[in-house]
């Protein structure tokens, strides 16, 4: 969400269009420094939220809330916004009541964590004038709350497009890789499986998988353990996390997807961008960027022998990778620019494009 956030208000800026952030200062300081290089307008205000699991952050969160309300309600009468742009309709709640009544759009990047949402949402949809979705998915999800009531546009999120990438040479491995925050969500086991079942079919010199991203709570100790038991060490590079593209997409071939209820899958628009094919789970808002046998190649979720199979299809057939990946940076081209998304987000909010 940051990385769009930060392309998004980038481009409205190089329109002409005033953008200012508030950031929740209990971010790990990653935004900042983004909204910093971008050379964009930022604040920072310790507005937290409410958990029903961690008493203790919830405690912090009340302790901080009048003075972070005070903090962006001077901030907000500064800059006098015609919109006021909240991600979350908790952090909408809290800061409603305190600010002037401005136009207020809720702009969605994932799927709904349930029932807290329906119980935010109910509260807090008497504020919100518009609301903005990156997916279909999490459109249909939304519309199942009091707040599907409201207007709501459907904005798919957009990336910058890298230039021209070489084909990759066709000798051994090919190198598959997963994109993420190593968690249950992204479905790693499913994919480790499916890597064993490769190991008794393929030569050992065939493929490596990628796994790419930072190490998340305690499930990246589980996944070492899987590895270890299914035997498959040689197989994996562990790539840790990089915030740079190039140092990613230019040193993969496919791109796996395997997780469940992805808000959008923006690895997956990015791998489109560098040429590379995709292998998505039928999931989320996955679909809507993966067309079949066309620019890359669904699975149903959960599924390991069937993402066995897909994958050694894309293994054995370089010119299937190589036809899947031209597709799909023609897609990316025409459907997923941080243009296009800036032109459909500027039409929800009825400015000019």
Not at 290 to 306: K, Y
Request: with cysteine; glycine share 8%; net charge positive.
């Amino acid at each position: 969400m940051e990385i769009v956030l930060q392309a998004l208000m980038a481009d409205l800026d190089r329109r002409g269009h005033g953008v200012t952030a508030i950031v929740n200062g209990w971010n790990n300081g990653e935004f900042p420094h983004l909204l910093w290089e971008s050379r964009l307008d930022y604040y920072e205000a310790d507005l937290g939220r409410l958990y029903l699991r961690k008493p203790l952050w919830t405690l912090h969160t009340l302790r901080a809330m009048p003075r972070a309300v005070g903090e962006i309600r001077r901030i907000v009468q500064a800059v006098r916004p015609d919109w006021l742009v909240f991600s979350d309709p908790q952090l909408l709640l809290w800061s409603a009541w305190a600010l002037p009544r401005t136009k207020r759009l809720l702009y969605l990047h994932s799927l709904p964590a349930w029932p807290s949402f329906s119980l935010w949402g109910a509260a807090a949809h008497r504020h919100v004038d518009r609301i903005i979705c990156v997916s279909r998915f999490v459109a249909a999800a939304v519309a199942r709350t009091p707040l599907g009531r409201l207007p709501m546009e459907v904005v798919h999120n957009g990336i910058d497009m890298p230039p021209a990438v070489a084909p990759s040479p066709e000798t051994p491995p090919v190198r598959l890789g997963i994109i993420g925050g190593i968690s249950e969500q992204k479905q790693h086991m499913v994919l480790l499986r499916a890597v064993a079942a490769l190991k008794q079919r393929l030569p050992a010199e065939s493929f490596r998988l990628h796994i790419v991203g930072r190490a998340l709570g305690r499930f990246p100790r589980t996944v070492e353990a899987e590895i270890a038991a299914l035997g498959i060490a040689d197989r994996i590079v562990r790539v840790g996390f990089t915030r740079e593209r190039d140092a990613i997409y230019r040193e993969l071939d496919v791109v796996v997807a395997a997780a469940l209820d992805e808000g959008f899958g923006l690895t997956v628009a990015e791998a489109g961008a560098y040429g590379l094919p995709a292998v998505a789970a039928r999931s989320g808002a996955l679909p809507e960027i993966v067309e079949h046998e066309r620019t890359g190649l669904l699975f149903d979720a959960g599924d390991v022998d069937a993402l066995a199979r897909t994958l050694e299809r894309l293994i054995r057939d370089a010119g299937l990778r190589r036809s899947l990946g031209s597709a799909a940076r023609e897609r990316v081209a025409q459907r997923f620019t941080v243009e296009r998304m800036t032109a459909g987000f500027l039409a929800a909010v009825g400015g000019a494009i």
